[in-house]
Nanobody, 121 residues
Framework: QVQLVESGGGLVQAGGSLRLSCAAS????????MGWFRQAPGKEREFVAG????????NYADSVKGRFTISRDNAKDSLYLQMNSLKPEDTAVYYC??????????????WGQGTLVTVSS
């Protein structure tokens, strides 16, 4: 089992930046595909970004491409999401997830509890 805990959410003005972190415990995530998802009020959860186990491959939703950067530090069993040029439509609960599969946009097996990001206009 992998336990995931997100942190770094908060309130930020449009155009600002935030860095989300995800700490893993229970098992190392070094062999897991990792991803960030988000769920806005009244909407379904959506894929934001994914990264392969060694960090060589990344994939982003079109809505965040060029603004968000996913990264990982396997030595620290940690995942990150640097979010720049934030927009009000980025407001959502952001979830960290781990997958045993290699497909960055496939199904994920382990989920964190989420961290709220609110972007004011």
């Amino acid at each position: 089992q992998v336990q995931l805990v997100e942190s770094g959410g908060g309130l930020v003005q449009a155009g600002g930046s935030l860095r989300l972190s995800c700490a893993a415990s229970g098992r190392t995530i070094s062999r897991h595909t990792m991803g960030w998802f988000r769920q806005a009020p009244g909407k379904e959860r959506e894929f934001v970004a994914g990264i392969s186990s060694l960090g060589f491959r990344t994939n982003y939703a079109d809505s965040v491409k060029g603004r968000f950067t996913i990264s990982r530090d396997n030595a620290k069993d940690s995942l990150y999401l640097q979010m720049n040029s934030l927009k009000p439509e980025d407001t959502a609960v952001y979830y960290c997830a781990a997958s045993v599969a290699v497909n960055l946009r496939g199904s994920y097996d382990y989920w964190g509890q989420g961290t709220l990001v609110t972007v004011s206009s």
